[in-house]
């Protein structure tokens, strides 16, 4: 399994570069900016949801809905990010829009 989570990536990878013919960085990129914003800063609020749905002050649904509205939030504001601050010099916005 740990093959195929690599190999998966890097093969999907490989055939963008060569059908876009874009720089290989602009994948690391949306890889830093997806670990960065969705996992690493939004834990930060979860972190709080937690305690308060361990000691009972949030309804189940509510929690549910806090925590995918966190998500996209936090997905869509690295996306933002990326495209606004490191990728604002690229050629061909639609295509980084797709790989992002």
């Known amino acids: 399994m740990i093959i195929l989570g690599i190999f998966i990536p890097v093969y999907i990878g490989v055939i963008w570069k060569i059908k876009t013919k874009e720089p290989i ?6 890889a830093a900016i997806f670990i960065l914003f969705a996992i ?4 930060i609020p979860k972190i709080f949801l937690f305690q308060m749905s361990n000691s009972n ?7 549910i809905i806090i925590l995918v509205l966190l998500a ?3 997905e869509e504001k690295g996306r933002l990010f990326a495209f606004k601050i490191l990728l604002k010099n690229k050629k061909n916005k639609k295509r980084l829009f797709l790989m992002l």
């Open 72 to 74: 996209g939030a936090f």
């Open 40 to 43: 690493v800063l939004e834990s």
């Open 25 to 30: 960085s602009t994948i690391f990129i949306g």
């Open 57 to 63: 002050r949030i309804n189940k649904w509510i929690f």
